[in-house]
DNA sequence: GCCTGATTTCTACCA
DNA sequence: ACTGGTAGAAATCAGGCG
């Protein structure tokens, strides 16, 4: 009989050295189910010396097949690396688990060079090899049959076809799960192994909402309660909000300690960490949405209730947000008690509503790269193109490149203009679409068309890099132009299907999410060829690709000039120009059959205002918007009262076209700081742990601040974002921080923010009308006031 | 030992 | 843990100075 089935999750099992694929799936009925196959044998490939006889290896290796009784077969062949053809054995092995032993063992043979895509793992390869994508809708010849594994699902069938990809865009109906945890101590961090899970606030997509909060004994309860309903609703996705790193690792410690068992996937184990770090739930997807809050870069501080926030899910100033420090308070204060309980609750909300906005995104960018929903998110940029061009290397008979260490040697980028400072009114910004990879495909640079400086020139000719002098082969079409075209039309295409939709229907939904999934992809394939980590990683292809690019602005700002065009600024792939139809029109026109490359106007602004600094500037938009650029307020690292004075400085001068309201309004504000009417929470600055405190070269302030943290008994790691405070005394600055929950607003010392925070916000931009750093403080009696203050 | 200018370290941005 | 180019703050170094 047939299934049609949407792939939820995928493992294996080995029983015997005999594997197993198991594809967790829902069918277009709503039912649960499992697709067992075991008919896939995996492989991998050892990669001859050229200086050696291939039989003669191959004989090599025969004479030891006793000590691999699992490899079924030693099969010599010839396939592609790096687009040259080398000969190599493909070795069968019945026994997945032993892949990296035989792998290993074999490679001391005599003329056995490397082995290859022996880092597989089996049920990737499974997916690779019969063109099986996670997310997505595949029929299967399946046996229903009379074993019983102890799962959780509606039905097991055995497959005796390999699933086949079916067109069907629309997800079936998926149960989601969302939950959220307080954990309680009385001072620190809670550690498990002593600290209750005193709220579990739970919700579904069903609409339900459910809490367990401890009562009078252990939190025992409130756990086994969790896992029941977990069972009970049983769940295709559960979601959360850092469970990956947190949440699921302290409810299996926590259980453990209570003599638990952490049961909530489909079968009869535990979740447990794997690849990317991600936890595994066996037939569920365990999705954590901060693994997608890097989407937006706008949120700085990538907390729940800012992703809610900025999502519109729901608005920071309609919660009480309570601090993981004052937990205890509420907690032991009964008063105080039901206001946590709420906040896990509309917690929980934030996760459901989240989800609701990332989840179309999530599933294509699942599909297209085909790694599991629970990776996806996980799997970091440079992984998850990575994954793309490794189902298309096999697709096309290419050797995946094994991953290997090499030292970094930088190379030259893109090119910036120096700007024109000061104001300029009707600027249009003309940028080249997906500059880097049409210079690829163009070019047809890639790891497997690029050739090696003893190379001769192949018949078909090679296209030279500027500067660099790195040639690649004009034929045949490279990787990288195979992909990045079928990239980009496929793109194309999506886009065309979903303008004939109703923007609010869920087909035009998904198809809108799928054309972003692309672009992400499209646009880190440049970054994923200069990143040395990269299977495929060859310097010249990244160096070759930024030298074209320069060539091509350089090549762009002489028409530019030579069509009377007065450029303003460039970036890269940009220019910057007064307006001027006429001039544009035949710029365009030239600059197009010139480069071969379609240069656009991509907006136009009113007025817009440039410092001396490169990468920042804030233009107006005929909207009446800012387009602010570089500047402190978009950055993450000020205060938010330099961000608030910024802006309102950039938008008297650019809107009102007034340096000296602005002024006023300097000093209007600073007075409102000095007399602490500025909400306690716009002093604080925030900046990021990039390294363990321990490895710091310099005191600087936010590595003491967490130290303070550390001492409190709050461990942190890196990549946390330190909220700190600069208070009153004497010394170095570093000496004056303060994590932010642990200062009061009298202790902070208001004259380092006027001084280092709103007067450089603000001169940044007033400093171009010729207004000194000095007229920004008011004048008036505060001035005496605030020697006062400072003494 | 203190001051000053130069250099290093660090983060977060832009394309 | 995708790239290089860039700004800017703060720490730190190096050298002058009775």
């Known amino acids: 009989m047939k299934e049609r089935f949407w792939l939820l999750d995928v493992n294996y099992e080995v029983k015997d050295h005999n594997p197993e694929i198991w594809m967790w799936g829902i069918t277009e009925e709503n039912e649960r189910i499992l697709v067992i196959d075991r008919s896939f044998v995996t492989y991998f490939y050892l990669v001859l010396d050229e200086k050696e006889e291939p039989e003669i290896v191959l004989e090599r290796v025969l004479e030891r097949k006793k000590e691999f009784p699992?490899?079924?077969?030693?099969?010599?062949?010839?396939?592609?690396?790096?687009?040259?053809?080398?000969?190599?054995?493909?070795?069968?092995?019945?026994?997945?688990?032993l892949v990296a032993k035989y792998s290993k063992a074999l490679l001391k043979i005599?003329?056995?060079?490397?082995?290859?895509?022996?880092?597989?793992?089996?049920?990737?390869?499974?997916?690779?090899?019969?063109?099986?994508?996670p997310c997505a809708w595949h029929e299967v010849e399946v046996e229903r049959t009379d074993e019983k594994p102890p799962v959780q699902i509606d039905q097991v069938y055995v497959a005796?076809?390999?699933?086949?990809?079916?067109?069907?865009?629309?997800?079936?109906?998926?149960?989601?799960?969302?939950?959220?945890?307080?954990?309680?101590?009385?001072?620190?961090?809670?550690?498990?192994?002593?600290?209750?899970?005193?709220v579990l606030s739970v919700a579904t997509s069903y609409g339900g909402e459910r809490l367990f909060v401890v009562g009078d004994h252990s939190d025992k309860k409130v756990i086994e309660s969790f896992i029941e309903f977990v069972r009970s609703f049983d769940p295709d996705i559960i979601i959360g909000y850092g469970t990956n790193r947190q949440d699921w690792q302290y409810l299996l410690n926590r259980s453990r300690?209570?003599?638990?068992?952490?049961?909530?996937?489909?079968?009869?184990?535990?979740?447990?960490?794997?690849?990317y770090g991600h936890v595994s739930i066996t037939g569920r997807a365990n999705v954590d949405l901060l693994d997608f809050a890097d989407e937006f870069p706008e949120i700085k501080v990538k907390t729940l209730e800012n992703m809610a926030d900025h999502l519109g899910v729901m608005k920071l100033e309609k919660r009480t947000i309570i601090e993981d420090i004052d937990f205890p308070v509420y907690w032991n204060d009964q008063d105080k008690r039901p206001i946590l309980i709420r906040f896990a609750e509309e917690n929980t909300r934030c996760i459901m509503g989240i989800f609701e906005v990332v989840r179309d995104f999530a599933l294509q960018l699942s599909q297209l790269v085909g790694l599991p929903a629970d990776q996806i998110g996980r799997a970091a940029v440079g992984f998850r193109v990575e994954w793309y061009l490794m189902r298309n290397a096999y697709e096309m008979g290419?050797?995946?490149?094994?991953?290997?260490?090499?030292?970094?040697?930088?190379?030259?980028?893109?090119?910036?203009?120096?700007?024109?400072?000061?104001?300029?009114?009707?600027?249009?910004?003309?940028?080249?679409?997906?500059?880097?990879?049409?210079?690829?495909?163009?070019?047809?640079?890639?790891?497997?068309?690029?050739?090696?400086?003893?190379?001769?020139?192949p018949p078909s000719g090679v296209n030279v890099a500027p500067e660099v002098n790195h040639r690649f082969r004009k034929e045949p079409s490279g990787f990288y132009k195979i992909v990045l075209s079928s990239l980009i039309t496929s793109r194309d295409e999506v886009r065309q299907r979903s303008k004939s939709l109703d923007p609010s229907g869920i087909e035009y939904r998904i198809l809108d999410a799928r054309q972003k999934a692309i672009k992400v992809i499209t646009n880190a394939s440049y970054g994923y060829a200069g990143w040395i980590?990269?299977?495929?990683?060859?310097?010249?292809?990244?160096?070759?690709?930024?030298?074209?690019?320069?060539?091509?602005?350089?090549?762009t700002i002489e028409i530019a000039k030579h069509t009377g065009l007065d450029l303003i600024y460039g970036d890269t792939d940009s220019i910057f120009v007064i307006y001027d139809q006429e001039k544009i029109e035949e710029f365009s026109k030239i600059t197009e059959?010139?480069?071969?490359?379609?240069?656009?106007?991509?907006?136009?602004?009113?007025?817009?205002?440039?410092?001396?600094?490169?990468?920042?500037?804030?233009?107006?938009?005929?909207?009446?918007?800012?387009?602010?650029?570089?500047?402190?307020?978009?950055?993450?690292?000020?205060?938010e009262v330099a961000k608030d004075i910024q802006e309102r400085v950039l938008e008297l001068i650019?809107?009102?076209?007034?340096?000296?309201?602005?002024?006023?309004?300097?000093?209007?504000?600073?007075?409102?700081?000095?007399?602490?009417?500025?909400?306690?929470?716009d002093l604080i600055i925030w900046k990021t742990l990039t390294k363990p405190v321990e490895e710091y070269a310099v005191k600087a302030p936010h590595v003491e601040a967490a130290k303070l943290l550390k001492k409190e008994g709050w461990d942190l790691t890196v990549g946390d974002k330190i909220g700190y405070v600069i208070v009153s005394g004497s010394g170095r600055l570093y000496e004056r921080v303060k994590p932010y929950f642990l200062a009061t607003y009298p202790e902070v010392d208001i004259e380092y923010y006027v001084t280092n925070q709103v007067i450089p916000a603000a001169s940044r931009i007033l400093s171009l009308f010729n207004v000194k750093e000095e007229e920004l403080l008011p004048k008036s009696s505060t001035t005496l006031f605030s020697f006062v203050d400072k003494h």
């Not at 030693?74 to 687009?83: A, H, Q, W, Y």
């Not at 003329?111 to 063109?131: H, P, T």
């Not at 300690?257 to 960490?273: F, Q, W």
């Not at 000296?660 to 000095?674: C, N, S, T």
Request: charged letters at 30%.
């Open 70 to 97: 699992q490899v079924m077969k030693f099969e010599p062949l010839r396939r592609n690396l790096f687009g040259k053809p080398v000969d190599a054995i493909k070795a069968y092995c019945q026994d997945p688990d």
């Open 110 to 133: 005599d003329g056995v060079k490397k082995c290859l895509e022996d880092d597989i793992r089996y049920s990737m390869r499974y997916l690779i090899d019969n063109d099986i994508t």
């Open 160 to 198: 005796t076809s390999v699933p086949k990809r079916v067109e069907k865009e629309e997800n079936p109906s998926l149960r989601v799960l969302g939950f959220s945890m307080i954990c309680y101590s009385e001072r620190g961090k809670p550690r498990p192994e002593e600290n209750p899970v005193v």
């Open 257 to 275: 300690a209570l003599g638990i068992k952490l049961h909530v996937d489909r079968t009869e184990t535990e979740p447990h960490t794997s690849v």
């Open 398 to 457: 290419e050797l995946i490149p094994e991953r290997r260490e090499r030292p970094y040697i930088p190379y030259e980028g893109g090119t910036v203009l120096e700007p024109k400072p000061g104001i300029h009114e009707n600027v249009a910004v003309l940028d080249f679409k997906s500059m880097y990879p049409n210079i690829m495909i163009e070019k047809n640079i890639s790891p497997d068309t690029c050739l090696s400086p003893s190379e001769p020139d």
């Open 533 to 555: 980590g990269a299977r495929w990683y060859i310097k010249p292809v990244a160096e070759a690709t930024t030298a074209w690019g320069r060539s091509i602005i350089r090549d």
């Open 593 to 639: 059959k010139r480069l071969a490359l379609e240069i656009k106007p991509e907006k136009n602004f009113t007025r817009i205002l440039f410092t001396e600094a490169k990468k920042r500037y804030c233009g107006l938009l005929p909207s009446g918007q800012l387009d602010i650029v570089g500047l402190e307020v978009v950055r993450g690292d000020w205060a």
């Open 654 to 681: 650019l809107k009102d076209q007034s340096p000296a309201k602005a002024v006023k309004f300097v000093h209007r504000f600073i007075l409102d700081l000095r007399e602490r009417k500025i909400l306690y929470s």
